[in-house]
């Protein structure tokens, strides 16, 4: 039901903490600090425990152990390789833990977080997220709090009430409560860390919402291993405890691990004040006046709704900390001018603080400022250059630009400053790759994937990592490894298979390299590198006819795919036309300019007329390499 606040709430007492968050790339991020080294955390209210990242436990020198016997972890799309390590000294808001435990698995997250931070701290008191405004508290009410309206802040504003979901078993503190979707009831999980809601297909279809209708949206992935395919449809209505929105676009994953009928991701959190009660075992929420679900709109909010939202006094016009953090929230509910409004702000209250330098950079380019951003991100590393995050978002800015010693020069900072298994190092060895440098590229991944095994980025890294070596023509044999563990990963990937098939061809194995095209081929008939390597392939093993029919047929997707294959290092059919005597006056800004064919070759420049980016990002055929 909507109820409104009670006048007599101060006989309720309560003992609130309140914890810092900054949303960054739709993540509330908390920072803790473990055994004394500065961690940033994803505050993931859907994560039973808390976890760090196998790079984070490497990085802390933390011992590993077995899981006890019996136990398993399952994410959202399927089960999660995991271990335990216990850190000493947890640092949280001035506070210190002793003797923690966390488990040691699932994929990285990004933007630097290093773990998470889930319901084992997050559910030990009551839990109010106040994300809009970047604040989490945990409060500790009082037994006179028993029947109390504790959404405290409502102010007369209408406040949604429901009773939470009891756990499956005692030690069950997942977040559950019944909501209606098109008037049928199911069960939503609360998700800090679900970027956005996401019904499950078989609740959708019982919800009356026609499959057919549906519009693919690639896949979704979780903390599991595996996948689902994702779609976008329409929802008539989506009701909790008095709340009714209507109209809403929502993604649907086809997940048959997930048991819940719905997560109710951050996009709502980021929309409404909510209060998790464990002395009542209720939910309360007030609409803050923002779009819900803003990531996918539904009908635009009439003006006249906003009577019904709850905006107490919102932050200090001179703390800049806070106004930093609600302009990050603005900015992850797609409000960039509110975002820049407070971040503006927070940099004229606090001009030295590299950290507000780089998330204005970020709403600047969100807003297709990029001149501004990278002025941004210049003043951030001058004002803190060991801000790792900064200098990959400039470094990416140079590469594209083609500005490729500035690029190197940012690289080669970070390579020094980053620990082995830095998150970033996949990022640094993408542009290495893209800028044509492999050794340097090679060495990246070789640092990242140790200790990134069950990432969602592993099998594309181990990919790139053996097509790099199939271009460079070297360890040919660990190559070979390389193609066989991505395509181990996602057996349904052909760029995977297309990769192994050039190894193979410049291993002088003919044979194998036609069974690696063809099973490419299987999973997509108009990859046109698979195609031309195949003709090549077929051409040694003396099938003239075939070969040229592939050949053709490659040519006909990609008619400069012959100068494609010859600037990457291959060998091309003898029917290709010559290549291009060299000409420096053509070589991209910021380039490198070498004598002959064979050096540009090995520098695997991208095709003429192409992105530099666009290689690395899709390969040329619209497929990850």
Request: charged share 25%.
């Amino acid at each position: 039901m909507i109820c409104c606040a009670p006048a007599a709430w101060a006989q309720c007492v309560m003992e609130n903490m309140e914890i810092p968050v900054r949303i960054v790339g739709d993540r509330p991020i908390a920072m803790l600090t473990l055994n004394g080294v500065e961690a940033p955390m994803l505050v993931d209210s859907g994560a039973f425990h808390s976890f760090l990242s196998p790079s984070t436990a490497a990085r802390l020198n933390l011992p590993l152990r077995h899981l006890p016997f019996g136990m398993d972890i399952e994410g959202y799309t399927g089960d999660v390789e995991a271990q335990l390590t216990r850190v000493d000294r947890v640092g949280l808001r001035g506070a210190e833990m002793k003797k923690v435990d966390f488990v040691v698995g699932g994929s990285e997250q990004g933007n630097g977080i290093m773990g998470i931070l889930g319901r084992n701290i997050l559910s030990v008191m009551d839990t109010e997220y106040d994300l809009a405004h970047g604040v989490i508290r945990l409060s500790n009410p009082g037994p006179e709090c028993r029947s109390a309206n504790l959404a405290y802040w409502a102010n007369g504003a209408p406040v949604v009430m429901a009773e939470l979901k009891r756990g499956r078993s005692s030690r069950d503190t997942a977040i559950r409560m019944e909501i209606a979707i098109n008037g049928k009831s199911t069960v939503a999980l609360l998700d800090t860390g679900a970027p956005m809601t996401v019904l499950t297909l078989k609740t959708a279809k019982r919800a009356g919402i026609a499959v057919d209708g549906l519009v693919p949206n690639g896949y979704s992935r979780g903390a599991g291993e595996g996948r689902a395919k994702s779609y976008l449809g329409m929802v008539d209505t989506f009701e909790v405890g008095g709340e009714k929105i209507s109209n809403i676009k929502m993604s649907i994953d086809d997940n048959d691990v997930f048991d819940d009928g719905m997560l109710l991701g951050l996009d709502y959190f980021l929309a409404h004040r909510i209060y998790i009660s464990k002395l009542q075992q209720k939910f309360y929420a007030t609409w803050n006046g923002a779009p819900v679900f803003a990531q996918h709109k539904g009908t635009a909010m009439r003006e006249e709704d906003l009577k019904y939202a709850a905006r107490p006094d919102d932050v200090q016009a001179d703390n800049h900390d806070a106004l930093a953090r609600r302009g990050n929230a603005f900015a992850a509910n797609r409000d960039y001018d509110k975002a820049l409004a407070d971040l503006n702000r927070a940099i004229e209250l606090a001009p030295t603080v590299a950290g507000y330098r780089l998330d204005r950079a970020h709403v600047l380019l969100a807003q297709s400022h990029r001149r501004e951003a990278l002025l941004d991100l210049d003043e951030a590393l001058r004002l803190d250059p060991a801000q790792a995050d900064a200098r990959v978002m400039r470094a990416q800015f140079r590469v594209r630009e083609r500005r490729g010693a500035d690029a190197r020069a940012d690289l080669e900072v970070l390579d020094a400053q980053l620990a082995p298994s830095a998150a970033q190092r996949v990022q640094m060895a993408t542009m290495y790759f893209v800028m044509g440098r492999l050794p340097e590229a090679i060495r990246q991944w070789s640092l990242w994937l140790p200790t990134h095994e069950n990432d969602h980025d592993y099998p594309s890294a181990m990919n790139n990592l053996c097509w790099s070596r199939a271009r460079l023509g070297v360890d040919l044999a660990m190559a070979v490894k390389d193609c066989e563990a991505a395509i181990g990963k996602d057996s349904s990937n052909a760029a995977y298979r297309d990769s192994l098939g050039w190894v193979y061809l410049r291993s002088g194995d003919p044979a194998q390299a036609r069974k690696a095209f063809d099973a490419a081929l299987e999973r997509d008939a108009k990859l046109s590198m698979a195609l031309y390597g195949r003709g090549l392939a077929l051409l040694k093993l003396k099938d003239a006819a075939a070969s040229q029919a592939d050949l053709a047929a490659a040519r006909q997707v990609r008619p400069d795919i012959d100068a494609g294959v010859r600037r990457m290092g291959f060998e091309v059919a003898p029917d290709a036309p010559p290549a291009p005597a060299p000409d420096a006056a053509k070589a991209p800004k910021g380039t490198d300019v070498r004598e002959g064919t064979k050096a540009e070759a090995a520098r695997g420049e991208p095709l003429e007329g192409e992105d530099p980016a666009s290689e690395a990002a899709r390969g040329m055929d619209g497929t990850s390499h």
